[in-house]
Protein backbone atom coordinates (compact mmCIF):
# COMPACT_ATOMS: atom_id res chain seq x y z
CA UNK A 1 0.00 0.00 0.00
CA UNK A 2 1.55 3.15 -0.72
CA UNK A 3 2.15 6.23 1.48
CA UNK A 4 -0.73 8.27 0.97
CA UNK A 5 -0.05 11.25 3.16
CA UNK A 6 1.27 13.64 0.88
CA UNK A 7 -2.75 13.82 -0.10
CA UNK A 8 -3.22 15.76 2.71
CA UNK A 9 -1.09 18.44 1.37
CA UNK A 10 -2.69 17.92 -2.18
CA UNK A 11 -4.39 21.59 -3.64
CA UNK A 12 -7.34 19.39 -4.24
CA UNK A 13 -8.43 18.57 -0.58
CA UNK A 14 -10.73 21.46 -0.09
CA UNK A 15 -12.08 21.06 -3.76
CA UNK A 16 -15.42 19.67 -4.68
CA UNK A 17 -14.13 15.92 -5.73
CA UNK A 18 -16.46 16.30 -8.63
CA UNK A 19 -13.94 18.67 -10.61
CA UNK A 20 -11.59 15.27 -10.56
CA UNK A 21 -13.98 12.90 -10.88
CA UNK A 22 -16.58 13.23 -14.63
CA UNK A 23 -20.09 12.69 -13.51
CA UNK A 24 -21.56 9.63 -15.53
CA UNK A 25 -22.82 10.47 -19.12
CA UNK A 26 -20.10 14.17 -19.06
CA UNK A 27 -19.33 14.75 -22.50
CA UNK A 28 -18.23 17.10 -24.92
CA UNK A 29 -17.67 21.43 -23.92
CA UNK A 30 -18.40 20.50 -19.77
CA UNK A 31 -16.24 17.77 -19.59
CA UNK A 32 -12.99 19.80 -20.96
CA UNK A 33 -13.98 22.44 -19.04
CA UNK A 34 -14.41 20.83 -15.69
CA UNK A 35 -10.81 19.52 -16.71
CA UNK A 36 -9.48 22.67 -17.34
CA UNK A 37 -10.68 23.60 -13.57
CA UNK A 38 -9.26 20.48 -12.20
CA UNK A 39 -5.46 20.78 -14.21
CA UNK A 40 -5.15 24.60 -12.85
CA UNK A 41 -5.78 23.83 -9.68
CA UNK A 42 -2.86 20.73 -10.56
CA UNK A 43 -1.02 23.06 -11.55
CA UNK A 44 -0.54 24.89 -8.15
CA UNK A 45 -0.48 21.75 -6.08
CA UNK A 46 2.64 21.46 -3.54
CA UNK A 47 1.90 17.44 -3.22
CA UNK A 48 1.74 17.78 -7.61
CA UNK A 49 4.82 15.33 -8.29
CA UNK A 50 3.81 12.91 -5.17
CA UNK A 51 0.77 12.74 -7.20
CA UNK A 52 2.11 11.82 -10.63
CA UNK A 53 4.16 9.61 -8.57
CA UNK A 54 1.01 7.89 -7.10
CA UNK A 55 -1.08 7.75 -10.48
CA UNK A 56 1.71 5.64 -11.97
CA UNK A 57 2.57 3.72 -9.51
CA UNK A 58 -1.48 2.50 -9.27
CA UNK A 59 -2.79 3.22 -12.45
CA UNK A 60 -5.53 4.35 -11.81
CA UNK A 61 -7.60 5.37 -14.98
CA UNK A 62 -10.23 7.01 -13.17
CA UNK A 63 -9.95 11.20 -12.49
CA UNK A 64 -7.72 13.90 -12.94
CA UNK A 65 -4.73 13.08 -11.12
CA UNK A 66 -1.51 15.54 -11.58
CA UNK A 67 -3.09 18.03 -14.41
CA UNK A 68 -3.43 14.86 -16.08
CA UNK A 69 -6.96 13.51 -17.52
CA UNK A 70 -8.47 9.88 -18.17
CA UNK A 71 -7.90 10.16 -21.81
CA UNK A 72 -4.65 12.02 -21.75
CA UNK A 73 -3.52 9.36 -19.40
CA UNK A 74 -4.54 6.18 -21.40
CA UNK A 75 -3.42 7.60 -24.24
CA UNK A 76 0.17 7.86 -22.96
CA UNK A 77 -0.14 4.28 -21.07
CA UNK A 78 -0.93 2.87 -24.12
CA UNK A 79 1.93 3.99 -26.32
CA UNK A 80 3.95 3.65 -23.41
CA UNK A 81 2.99 -0.41 -23.21
CA UNK A 82 3.28 -0.69 -26.93
CA UNK A 83 6.95 0.97 -26.68
CA UNK A 84 6.02 4.06 -28.85
CA UNK A 85 7.70 6.88 -28.06
CA UNK A 86 5.13 9.47 -28.17
CA UNK A 87 5.19 12.80 -30.75
CA UNK A 88 6.35 15.49 -28.05
CA UNK A 89 8.50 14.32 -24.92
CA UNK A 90 5.56 15.93 -22.94
CA UNK A 91 2.96 14.02 -21.09
CA UNK A 92 0.38 16.93 -20.19
CA UNK A 93 1.97 18.95 -17.51
CA UNK A 94 4.56 16.02 -16.71
CA UNK A 95 8.34 15.36 -18.56
CA UNK A 96 11.17 12.87 -18.29
CA UNK A 97 13.47 14.68 -15.75
CA UNK A 98 16.57 12.96 -17.73
CA UNK A 99 18.04 16.17 -19.12
CA UNK A 100 17.12 18.39 -16.46
CA UNK A 101 19.07 15.71 -13.91
CA UNK A 102 22.16 15.69 -16.53
CA UNK A 103 22.31 19.89 -16.25
CA UNK A 104 22.25 19.21 -12.19
CA UNK A 105 24.98 16.27 -12.05
CA UNK A 106 26.95 18.59 -14.16
CA UNK A 107 26.36 21.64 -11.99
CA UNK A 108 27.40 19.88 -9.09
CA UNK A 109 30.61 18.67 -11.01
CA UNK A 110 31.45 21.73 -11.69
CA UNK A 111 31.41 22.90 -7.88
CA UNK A 112 29.09 25.55 -8.22
CA UNK A 113 26.77 25.67 -5.28
CA UNK A 114 22.82 24.25 -6.17
CA UNK A 115 21.42 27.66 -5.06
CA UNK A 116 22.87 29.11 -7.77
CA UNK A 117 21.45 26.68 -10.46
CA UNK A 118 17.92 27.49 -8.62
CA UNK A 119 18.58 31.19 -9.13
CA UNK A 120 19.71 30.83 -12.79
CA UNK A 121 16.28 29.00 -13.51
CA UNK A 122 14.35 31.29 -11.91
CA UNK A 123 13.48 28.44 -9.45
CA UNK A 124 13.26 28.07 -5.96
CA UNK A 125 16.27 26.56 -3.98
CA UNK A 126 13.93 23.41 -2.90
CA UNK A 127 12.70 22.59 -5.66
CA UNK A 128 16.29 21.58 -6.93
CA UNK A 129 17.11 20.01 -3.49
CA UNK A 130 14.05 17.84 -3.49
CA UNK A 131 14.57 16.63 -7.23
CA UNK A 132 18.22 15.57 -6.08
CA UNK A 133 17.00 13.63 -3.19
CA UNK A 134 13.82 12.04 -4.17
CA UNK A 135 14.54 11.55 -7.68
CA UNK A 136 10.63 11.35 -10.00
CA UNK A 137 10.60 9.30 -13.09
CA UNK A 138 8.10 12.48 -13.99
CA UNK A 139 8.57 15.93 -13.34
CA UNK A 140 6.66 19.62 -13.92
CA UNK A 141 7.47 20.75 -17.87
CA UNK A 142 8.27 24.65 -16.11
CA UNK A 143 10.80 22.82 -14.33
CA UNK A 144 12.23 20.84 -16.37
CA UNK A 145 12.53 23.37 -19.47
CA UNK A 146 14.29 26.31 -16.71
CA UNK A 147 16.48 24.08 -15.31
CA UNK A 148 17.73 22.50 -19.07
CA UNK A 149 17.31 26.16 -20.35
CA UNK A 150 20.19 26.99 -17.73
CA UNK A 151 22.10 24.13 -18.83
CA UNK A 152 22.95 25.42 -22.49
CA UNK A 153 23.14 29.28 -21.11
CA UNK A 154 25.93 28.34 -18.93
CA UNK A 155 27.55 24.90 -18.73
CA UNK A 156 28.38 24.47 -22.43
CA UNK A 157 31.12 25.63 -23.31
Wanted: negative net charge; glycine residues 8%.
Amino acid sequence: MPDLEWMLRGACRDSDPALFHHPDGERGQARAERIAQAQTICASCPAFDDCAEYVEATRDKYGTWAGEGELERAERWAMEDKGVAPRSRRHGHLVSPTGAYSVIAAWRASGRPIKDLATAAGLDAITIYSLTSAPSRWIRAGTAEAIEAVGVREMVP
